[in-house]
C-alpha cells in the first residue's frame, strides 16, 4: 500500500476515490504485484478511516461510480474503467513514426471503450536472454498507463515479459497464377474482403496455381496492388484437410511437435507401484463420446456404510497422472505450456501432449494399469460434500464405456459389457449422481439453453450431415462428478496455502447488466437499476420466458452479459457454475492448467517429488494469462473452421430457402443462424424490404423508419442462399419473411414517418456470386 491519504472528511469525495484508486493500481503494477495490491471496500475504508455507518455510505458511493462507468469490479477489485490488466497477452502490430513498437491486447471487451495501445519501451542496454520482439510478435507485457501520452499517442507504456510466438499471424490465401508470370494472392481471411495482393515473378516459391500459400506481405505503395511473398506452400486448396490448415496457419497454433519432445516422450516408461496406493481391484469406469481417443477419467461411487451418513455415498474420481510423465521444465513441459491445451477439429485433434503420453501411457484403457491422482468424496444424501481426500494411485479401469451405452444400460437395455456392471457399478453411480444434482438444483448454477451442434463428416473430410446430440443423464452425470472433483482440488490446495491456477468467471460488468434492463423493459420484464444479480436471478428471467416468442432472444442477450471465463492465480469465483472457489483438475491430458493443480496437489500434500516447483507469484500470473490466451486461440481457431466447412457444404445450395433465427443485429444488418445446420450468415441492412431500417440498441432490432416493420434478436425467419464463401466461412443471405409490427410503445417510438423529406435512397442489389464478407 501507498502512504494513507489525508482524511478530510467523514466521507471521501468521489474524487478523492477515484484518484487512490488510480494510485493504488499503478503502485501495484509498478512493484510489478500482480496478484496482490487488491483494493476494495474494506481497503478504501481502511486508507480513509471510515467506520460504522459511515461504511454503508461508502458502499453507496462506490455503486454511483460502477453505476456512472467511472470505476469497475474485475476480478474481485475496483479498477477505473477500461483500464488494462498489469499484465495482458498482446500482439506486436506495427511501429510509430519514431519507430516504436506498439502493440494491442489479443481480448478486449468493447464495452470499455476503444482498443488500447501499448507503447513498448526497450532497454537501451539489453541483458543476455532478453526477449527481443517485433512485428507480428505475440508477447507478454507488463502494462502501465502512461501519464504524459498526448491525445493521439498510446495510453499505455509496456515492456515484454516474455514472447509467446514469433510472427505467428501470417496472411493465408489461394494463389492464382498468372499467364505472364508471378501471380495473385487471394486471402482467405473475411476482414481481408475483396483486396489482392500482387505476387511478383520469382516470389511465388514452389506454389502453384490453386495452392494454399502463406505469405509475407510487402509495404503497400500509393498505388496498384500491395505485393507479398510466398513463405510457405501449405498444400492443395482441394486437400481435404486444407480448411483445418488454415486454421492452424492463420492462428499460429503449433501441430508439429520437437524432435527432443518426440524423443522424451518414446523413452517414458509405465509407471509402477512404488509411492502409490493399489487400487486396482476398485471397479472404476471411463464414460466418454464414443469416439474419443483418450480416456483421462474414471468414476465409481458406492453407498456408505457409515451410520453417521445414513444414505449418503462414497464417490470416487480418478485422473490420468499426466504429472508423472511431464516433468517440470522438460521439453514435453516446454512445449505443452507454448500450446496450452489440446484443439479439436471436425476431422482431426491438435493435440497438447505427444500420442505416446495422450493415447498411451496416461489413457485410463480398460484392464491395463495406470497411474492416478484420485480423489475420493463422501456426500450427504442431500449431495452436500462432507469431506474429501486426495490419493496417488495404480488403478486398473473396468471397463470403457461410450454415453449412449451407460445410457442405455439405466433405461434397461444393457449390452455384453454393461450387463454385469450394471448393479454394482452403473446404478450406484445414478443413484450418487441424482443426489448430486438434487445439491446442484439448490446450487442454482447459470442454465442457458443453448444446444450444440456436431458436424459428421465424410471419409474425404466434407460434411456429411449436421446432427444436435442428445443431451443425456449421462453426459450430466460425469459434468457433476468432474465439477466436485474440481471444487476438492481448490479447497484443498487453498487449505494448504500452496499456490495454483484457478478457473475463473467474473460477474457481469455494470455496463452490459445496464443493457440487459433496457432490453428486458422492452419485453416487460423489469431489472431494478443497480441490482447485482446472481446466476439463480438469470435463470429465474430465463424460466420466466421459456416457451415464448422471447425465449431465444433472451436466452442470446444473457449469453453476450456474461464475462468470459478463464484462468487466474487470483481467486474471484466462479459466476456461472455459482462457486467460490474452483480449479480444473479433471483433463491434465488435454489442458495445461490441469497440470499445474495436479503439480501443486502432489507438492502440497507430500505425494511425490514432481510436484510444483518454487515460483513466484508472478510467474503464476504469468502462467494463468499465457493459457488462457491459448484456449481463446484454440476457441477461434475451432469456430472458424467448422463456420468454414458448413459454408462449402452449402456451397452447392446457392437458391435454397432456409429456416434460421435472428442471431445478432447491428447497423450493417442481420446475422442469422439456420435451424438445421446452426450455419451463420448476414443479410446487409440495404438488401431488407423496401423500407430504410435503422438500427435500435436497447431493442437489438432492425426498425423500419415509415412502417415501424421490425427484424429483432430471436425471431424465426426465412432466408434465401445467395452467396458462399467456403474458403472464408461467409454466407449472405435474402430475407424472405415479413418483419413485425409490434403493438409496444417502444417498437412504435422507433417508428418515425417522415412526410417532409424521403430516407436516403438504399437500392437493393442484384444477388451476386463475388466472394462476400458474412461478418
Not at 445414513?310 to 507454448?338: M, Q, W
Not at 496437489?601 to 516447483?613: E, H, S
Not at 442469422?672 to 438488401?687: N, Q
Request: aromatic share 4%.
Amino acid at each position: 500500500m501507498t502512504k494513507k491519504p489525508d482524511k478530510k472528511s467523514p466521507l471521501p469525495t468521489r474524487e478523492d476515490i477515484i484518484a487512490f484508486i488510480h494510485r493504488e493500481n499503478d503502485a501495484a503494477t509498478k512493484a510489478g504485484k500482480v496478484t496482490s495490491g487488491k483494493i476494495g471496500k474494506r481497503e478504501i475504508a481502511r486508507a480513509f478511516d471510515i467506520k460504522g455507518s459511515d461504511r454503508i455510505a461508502l458502499k453507496k458511493l462506490l455503486k454511483e461510480l460502477e453505476s456512472d462507468g467511472v470505476v469497475e469490479r474485475r476480478h474481485g477489485r475496483i479498477v477505473e474503467h477500461g483500464r488494462l490488466p498489469s499484465v495482458v497477452v498482446a500482439d506486436i502490430i506495427t511501429r510509430d513514426s519514431d519507430g516504436e513498437l506498439v502493440a494491442t491486447p489479443v481480448e478486449w471487451d468493447e464495452a470499455a471503450g476503444p482498443l488500447p495501445r501499448i507503447a513498448i519501451h526497450m532497454p537501451r542496454k539489453r541483458r543476455p536472454g532478453d526477449p527481443v520482439p517485433g512485428v507480428g510478435d505475440r508477447a507478454l507485457i507488463r502494462a502501465e498507463r502512461d501519464p504524459d501520452a498526448g491525445k493521439k499517442e498510446p495510453p499505455y507504456r509496456g515492456r515484454v515479459i516474455k514472447l509467446l510466438s514469433r510472427s505467428r499471424a501470417q496472411l493465408i490465401g489461394v494463389y492464382r497464377a498468372l499467364p505472364g508470370g508471378g501471380g495473385r494472392l487471394v486471402p482467405v481471411d473475411k476482414k481481408a474482403r475483396g483486396k489482392e495482393w500482387a505476387i511478383p515473378e520469382g516470389a511465388q516459391g514452389e506454389a502453384r496455381d490453386g495452392d494454399l500459400v502463406a505469405v509475407e506481405a510487402g509495404r503497400e505503395g500509393r498505388f496498384g496492388l500491395p505485393q507479398a511473398r510466398v513463405r510457405e506452400r501449405l498444400g492443395a486448396i482441394d486437400n481435404e484437410r486444407a480448411i483445418t490448415t488454415i486454421a492452424l496457419h492463420a492462428h499460429g497454433i503449433p501441430h508439429v511437435f520437437r524432435p527432443e519432445t518426440l524423443k522424451e516422450a518414446e523413452a517414458a516408461q509405465p509407471a509402477t507401484l512404488a509411492g502409490r496406493e493399489d487400487w486396482r481391484k476398485l471397479p472404476l469406469v471411463t464414460i466418454d463420446p464414443a469416439d474419443a481417443k483418450d480416456h483421462d477419467d474414471a468414476v465409481h461411487a458406492v453407498a456408505d456404510d457409515d451410520p453417521a451418513n445414513s444414505g449418503g455415498f462414497i464417490l470416487t474420481v480418478a485422473i490420468a497422472d499426466v504429472a508423472a510423465y511431464v516433468r517440470p521444465g522438460s521439453s514435453l513441459d516446454r512445449e505443452a505450456l507454448e500450446r496450452g491445451n489440446s484443439v479439436y477439429f471436425p476431422d482431426r485433434v491438435v493435440p497438447m501432449l505427444p500420442e505416446r503420453i495422450s493415447n498411451d501411457l496416461c489413457s485410463l484403457r480398460p484392464h491395463e494399469d495406470r497411474p492416478a491422482l484420485a480423489v475420493r468424496m463422501i456426500i450427504a444424501k442431500d449431495g452436500r460434500k462432507l469431506r474429501h481426500t486426495f490419493h496417488r494411485v495404480l488403478m486398473r479401469s473396468a471397463a470403457k464405456l461410450a454415453y449412449p451405452q451407460a445410457q442405455a444400460a439405466i433405461d434397461g437395455t444393457p449390452d455384453d459389457t454393461t450387463g454385469p456392471l450394471l448393479d454394482k457399478v452403473l446404478k450406484p453411480l445414478w443413484a450418487a449422481w441424482r443426489a448430486l444434482d438434487e445439491a446442484r438444483a439448490k446450487r442454482s448454477p447459470l442454465d442457458l439453453n443453448l444446444p450444440e451442434r456436431k458436424l459428421l463428416l465424410t471419409a474425404d473430410g466434407r460434411i456429411d450431415r449436421v446432427i444436435i446430440p442428445p443431451r443425456l443423464e449421462a453426459h450430466r452425470l460425469i459434468e457433476e462428478y468432474m465439477i466436485l472433483a474440481n471444487v476438492a482440488a481448490a479447497e484443498t490446495l487453498e487449505a494448504q496455502g500452496q499456490q495454483l491456477v484457478y478457473r475463473t468467471h467474473d460477474e457481469p460488468s455494470v455496463e452490459k447488466m445496464h443493457g440487459l434492463g433496457e432490453f428486458l423493459a422492452t419485453i416487460g420484464v423489469k431489472l431494478a437499476k443497480g441490482q447485482v444479480l446472481r446466476p439463480q436471478q438469470f435463470n429465474g428471467i430465463l424460466e420466466r420466458v421459456k416457451g415464448s416468442e422471447h425465449e431465444n432472444a433472451v436466452n442470446e442477450v444473457v449469453l453476450r452479459t456474461q464475462a468470459q471465463a478463464e484462468y487466474s492465480s487470483d481467486n474471484y469465483g466462479h459466476f456461472g457454475l455459482n462457486l467460490r472457489r474452483y480449479a480444473h483438475f479433471t483433463s491434465p491430458i488435454r489442458r495445461y492448467a490441469d497440470l499445474i493443480v495436479h503439480r501443486a496437489l502432489i507438492r502440497a500434500l507430500k505425494l511425490g517429488p514432481d510436484g510444483l516447483p518454487n515460483m513466484e507469484p508472478d510467474e503464476l500470473a504469468e502462467i494463468a494469462a499465457r493459457i488462457s490466451a491459448s484456449e481463446r486461440r484454440a476457441m477461434a481457431a475451432e469456430r472458424e473452421t467448422t463456420e468454414r466447412l458448413i459454408a462449402s457444404f452449402l456451397s452447392t445450395q446457392i437458391g435454397a430457402t432456409f429456416e434460421g433465427r435472428i442471431s445478432g443485429v447491428t447497423r450493417a444488418g442481420l446475422f442469422v443462424k439456420l435451424l438445421d445446420t446452426g450455419a451463420d450468415g448476414f443479410v446487409p441492412a440495404a438488401t431488407i424490404g423496401t423500407d430504410y431500417y435503422r438500427y435500435v440498441e436497447n431493442l437489438h432490432a432492425l426498425v423500419g423508419n415509415r412502417t415501424g416493420e421490425t427484424f429483432r434478436l430471436g425471431d424465426h425467419i426465412e432466408v434465401k442462399l445467395v452467396e458462399a464463401a467456403p474458403l472464408a466461412g461467409a454466407l449472405r443471405f435474402e430475407i424472405l419473411s415479413k418483419g413485425h409490427v409490434r403493438g409496444s410503445r417502444a417498437t412504435k417510438a422507433h417508428a418515425t414517418p417522415r412526410r417532409d423529406k424521403k430516407p436516403p435512397s438504399r437500392k437493393k442489389p442484384q444477388a451476386s456470386h463475388k466472394r462476400r464478407s458474412g461478418r
